[in-house]
């Protein structure tokens, strides 16, 4: 994968790297709670992959382009997230849903903390 926006690998990454030690916090909690609060952290950072896949792939000067683009990959994060809940609640029944969803919700929260962790380039 290409990536050339290093402000979606700094999202990307705080996304894993905050999967990774809140799996590791819940590990003290059992081992299902911790694959849980995984899996629920992966069900936020696969859709994101693919949506930072599909925005970096094609750049466009054209605004309806571009639009129509970010429509697209928007819709299929949602459709992927929502599948892979469905995918998860039906198939693995040892899932804790509440360790779930505390992953789930600690990766969105890293996405949304990640940029504003950046570096302010206009003090340079």
């Known amino acids: ?13 705080a996304q894993a790297v905050t999967t990774c030690i809140l799996a590791l916090v819940f590990l003290s909690q059992g081992v299902i709670d911790a ?3 995984l899996l629920g952290g992966l069900i936020c950072l696969m859709p ?11 750049r ?14 928007e819709f299929g994060k949602i ?3 929502m599948a892979l809940f469905a995918v998860v609640f039906i198939t ?3 899932v804790q849903p ?13 996405q949304w ?6 570096p302010n380039k206009s003090n340079k």
């Open 1 to 13: 994968m290409a990536l050339k926006n290093t402000l979606i690998k700094r999202v990307l990454l």
């Open 98 to 110: 509440l360790a779930l969803l505390v992953g789930f919700g600690l990766a969105q929260v890293a």
């Open 60 to 73: 466009s000067a054209d605004p309806s382009k571009l639009m129509s683009t970010f429509y697209a990959a």
């Open 113 to 118: 903390v990640a940029p504003l962790l950046e």
């Open 92 to 94: 693995q029944h040892w």
């Open 48 to 58: 994101n992959l693919y949506m930072a896949r599909k925005l970096t792939a094609q």
């Open 35 to 37: 694959l849980s609060v």
């Open 79 to 81: 459709f992927i997230t």
